[in-house]
């Protein structure tokens, strides 16, 4: 009876389950996941200071570099004119659009290629040819396919994302241990069971990898679309800011870009949180 007494005591006070040493590792743990954090934010302190300073004091000209001061004044007459959050919205909702189909479309390929041996040696040659061709050299083409607005800027979007996605995750399908395929087939699991219970797990980090590589993929598609297509959007910013040679409008249309981008890319952290949570509870 004692020692169940004591065994409830040490699950309320969690501490007494674990040594001292323990405490020290994850101690050290989060005082170098601080230290990190605290690093990277002073180089970006000190880089935008720099960047001022520079400026300031005409060692470079903010004609050709803007300044951070005049980024953020570029940014509130934005706002104030209502340009901001709609050339913003504009970008952001292609770039989602795109990342989100062909991310979809590239997991379902992959998962039939994977499924199907002989359609995907079949495909193989294919999938290497249509990666290795210039996207922005098909840009006539799609314009001509689906017009000079969102839907060719969308479509761009895909055909950068799609191939790389296929390819990769595919890649991790087949890596998968074989002897522990062939034990899985031996206890009388079907191939769709295999996939649940071995396969998808096994690629969870490729996957979420895959869709980190996206994010900047999808950035980059929807920003060459705008540059063919678009009659608003930071890459039509961009484009005009470049036009009149106003480089302060060209880097606040860049560090928006970098906001955004973080943002999207945060999100696809989390998900991969929620994701290891999951598979590993």
């Known amino acids: 009876m004692k020692k169940t007494i004591n065994y409830n005591k040490r699950l ?3 501490k007494q389950m674990f040594s001292k040493a323990h405490f020290d590792y994850l101690k050290k743990f989060r005082t170098r996941k601080l230290l990190i954090s605290f690093t990277q934010i002073l180089i970006l302190v000190i880089f935008l200071l720099s960047w001022e300073l520079l400026t300031k004091y005409e060692v470079v ?3 050709f570099f803007s300044s951070p001061s005049k980024i953020i004044k570029t940014i509130g007459e934005l706002y104030s004119s209502g340009e901001l959050f709609y050339h913003a919205k504009i970008t952001l909702s292609e770039t989602l659009i795109g990342f989100v189909i062909a991310t979809g479309i590239g997991f379902l ?3 039939v290629l994977w499924y199907c041996d002989f359609l ?3 495909s193989e040659p294919y999938l290497v040819v249509l990666n290795s061709l210039p996207k922005i050299a098909l840009g006539p083409i799609i314009i001509i396919w689906f017009g000079a607005g969102s839907k060719a800027i969308i ?3 895909i055909l950068i994302i799609i191939i790389v996605t296929i390819m ?3 890649n991790s399908f087949t890596s998968c241990d074989k002897q522990l395929i062939a034990l899985a087939k031996s206890l ?3 191939k769709f069971q295999i996939f649940i219970k071995l396969i998808l797990p096994n690629s969870l980090k490729d996957i979420v990898s895959t ?5 900047g993929l999808s950035w980059i598609g929807s920003i060459m679309g705008e540059y063919l297509v678009s009659k608003a959007g930071l890459g039509y910013l961009l484009i005009y800011g470049g036009q009149v040679f106003n480089l302060n409008l060209v880097m606040t249309s860049t560090v928006i870009l970098c906001v955004l981008a973080s943002a999207m890319y945060f999100i696809v952290a989390l998900f991969e949180k929620l994701m290891n949570k999951v598979y590993h509870s």
Do not use: D, E, T, Y
């Open 120 to 122: 995907r040696r079949v």
């Open 168 to 170: 990769n995750i595919l």
């Open 211 to 215: 869709l980190k590589i996206n994010v």
């Open 12 to 14: 309320r006070n969690p």
């Open 61 to 63: 000209s903010s004609f």
């Open 109 to 111: 390929v992959a998962f």
């Open 188 to 190: 009388g699991a079907n």
């Open 155 to 157: 479509f761009m979007c």
